[in-house]
């Protein structure tokens, strides 16, 4: 008695197509791209090398933060400049009894850091407090 070979069989399930490119990176899902068995025939044929599409987006890193703050405080600062060199008018200034002329631009760019000045130490303060409260909580 002869029994039919996998080969013959027509109730044999077809085996799954084989994806091209190289294995997928670490625990990234990757899609394969349809075999012309399987594509649509309405469907454009993939061009390419038949590696997989998907690719690994770099993580930021300090650096290219610090970049990006650099190129930032560049751009404030020709800012800051066009402003002051806008504004040469002189102003007087009252502060404590003393008098004193600036040019208005300069005096703004004071004020402004002043402003600043105050918002970074309610930060700082509050920073502390935050971090005390943690240390008290971890003992």
């Not at 997928?24 to 469907?43: C, F, I, K, Y």
């Not at 061009?47 to 997989?52: A, I, M, V, Y």
């Not at 002051?84 to 600036?102: D, K, R, V």
Request: zero cysteines.
């Amino acid at each position: 008695m002869t029994t039919p070979r996998d080969e013959d069989r027509t109730d044999a399930i077809p085996a799954a197509p084989i994806p091209d490119g190289p294995p997928p990176v670490g625990n990234l899902p990757t899609t394969p791209e349809p075999t012309p068995a399987t594509r649509p025939a309405d469907t454009p044929v993939p061009t390419g090398t038949g590696r997989s599409t998907h690719t690994r987006k770099p993580r930021p890193t300090r650096i290219s933060g610090t970049w990006v703050a650099v190129l930032a405080s560049i751009v404030v600062l020709i800012i800051l400049l066009v402003f002051i060199l806008q504004n040469l008018t002189g102003a007087t200034i009252h502060f404590l009894g003393i008098a004193t002329t600036l040019p208005l631009g300069v005096a703004m760019l004071f004020a402004a850091i002043g402003g600043a000045v105050v918002v970074a130490l309610v930060g700082a303060a509050r920073i502390l407090q935050l971090r005390r409260q943690a240390k008290r909580g971890q003992h």
